[in-house]
Every structure is written in structure tokens, then in C-alpha cells.
């Protein structure tokens, strides 16, 4: 990262709006935008919409490229799963075993 970049970093980070980050968090957690959709209880095409939104204010090219952005910017921040909790999404949680401790 430039120095010069640093400043417009932060500076994104703070302009995201709570839905905006909300979106990235689930497409970071491998939602499709049918999912985010029903979440947001609107259509996917406007989630579509705003994905393309988000891409083109960060500077990404597709999803995986805007979760990067965003880990990397520290928009977007790793939290363990606690001990004892399997992830709803994992595929390796054996089928009715998902969250319990």
C-alpha cells in the first residue's frame, strides 16, 4: 500500500454505509444475491444493483475481489467462531449438528 493511498483508505471505510457493509459481510460469508434479497426484503435485481455499486466504489472487478478490498481496508474484520460452534455454512457440520454446542 502507497502512503498516499492510506488516507482515501480510511476515509471508505467511514463512507460505508451500515446496509453496505451488511451486503459485503454476507457475500463475504458466500451468500448469493437471492439470499441477500429475502435479508434486505426486497429484490434480488436491487441487491444486483448495489453489488455493482459497491464493486465500482471500491475498486473491485467481482466478489471476490470486493471481500479482499474490504479485508484488506479492514472494512470487513475475521472473528473466530467460538469454541464448541460450528459455522451454519460449513460444509464439513454434519447435517442437524449445525450451532450446537
Known amino acids: 500500500m502507497k502512503l498516499w493511498e492510506q488516507p482515501r483508505l480510511a476515509l471508505v471505510r467511514h463512507t460505508l454505509s451500515a446496509d453496505a457493509v451488511r451486503i459485503l459481510t454476507l ?6 444475491n437471492g439470499d441477500i434479497a429475502k ?4 429484490s434480488p435485481q436491487v441487491i ?12 473491485a472487478s467481482n466478489r471476490a475481489h470486493a471481500v479482499a478490498v474490504c ?5 470487513l ?3 473466530p467462531i467460538p469454541a464448541g460452534e460450528v459455522c451454519a455454512r460449513c460444509p ?3 447435517p442437524g449438528e449445525l450451532n450446537k454446542v
Not at 27 to 32: K, Q, S, T, Y
Open 92 to 94: 464439513l457440520a454434519p
Open 71 to 75: 479485508y484488506q481496508r479492514g472494512i
Open 48 to 59: 444486483k444493483n448495489s453489488i455493482r455499486q459497491l464493486y465500482d466504489y471500491l475498486g
Open 27 to 32: 457475500i463475504a460469508e458466500g451468500f448469493e
Open 77 to 79: 474484520r475475521v472473528e
Open 39 to 42: 435479508e434486505f426484503g426486497t
